[in-house]
């Protein structure tokens, strides 16, 4: 953790060190905008200063209380991407952002695997010149699994993105995410404030458990949301989860590992064996769903240019409506 960035004369960003780590690691949890091997690069370029010194090494620890000042000034590099017109819905847009009802496994960005057809096409189809910013993931601020449906919001200038980064940085954005889980909370109304890390032994998960003897540790960090359940049928819950912080697959570790695992999520426990367990009626409206039953609601924010308050709703997707079915009365 790190004091909330600083902009200096808009040419470079100064941060006090809360937390001792490697500074790299330092730099990349305090700015969005550039990736981490990005920041390296800076680094190995000799555009990072700690208490006035230059500093070169990518994996120097850094005490709590020091000073570190990166130089934002570079040339930019016009990417390589293709804008791609794919139909993705659009809930709002104007000159400088765009909110995006995003499907179901529709990738954010480029990667291994998924060299086009993503949002960030979409979003370039929208906006060509953000390519020429030369940022690896232009126009994204935050980011939705490929599997999560939902809102999400872009940027489509260098001014509304540090905007909208510090606004999601400082957690003055409200998200809203409506859940479809196996099992009935006891409660209406609770809060999950749960640690958070990497899984020890299977990579691609994430875990609330067995953290205490570690939060000390890089990569331990805390996560909160808060549910309202919204709806109870035979052993399925409609919930409702606003989330304070943004881990990565934040609510579907909490939710599994409290005994509530997302329907259709097969990496956190929402697998057929699960389904098992209704009676053949719901069987078959859960069967056919081949993703976890998590959408992204509702997002309130300030305009990053106009500062004005905004409250964006994505509806549900279709695959999701038989079974918010089950829950309006």
Known sequence: MT???????????????????RIDRVLAQSIQDLTRSQIQQRLREGHVKANGVVVHKTSMKVDVGTTLKMSLRQEHTPIDIVGQNLGTPIVYEDADIVAFNKPAGLVVHPGPGHPDKTLVNMLLYLCPALAQIGMERPGLVHRLDKDTSGLIMCAKNMGAHQNLSNQFKDRSIDKYYTAFVYGEPKLDVFEMRTLHARHPKDRLKFTTKGLEERRERSGVREAVSFVEVLGRHRGLSKLLVKIETGRTHQIRVQLSDMGFPIIGDQLYGGKASRMKRLDPTLQTIVRPLERQALHATRMCLRHPITTAGMALDAPLSGDLKEINSLFIE
Request: charged share 30%; hydrophobic share 40%.
């Open 3 to 21: 004091s909330k960035p600083e902009l200096i004369a808009e040419t470079s960003i100064e941060i006090v060190v809360e937390h001792a780590d």
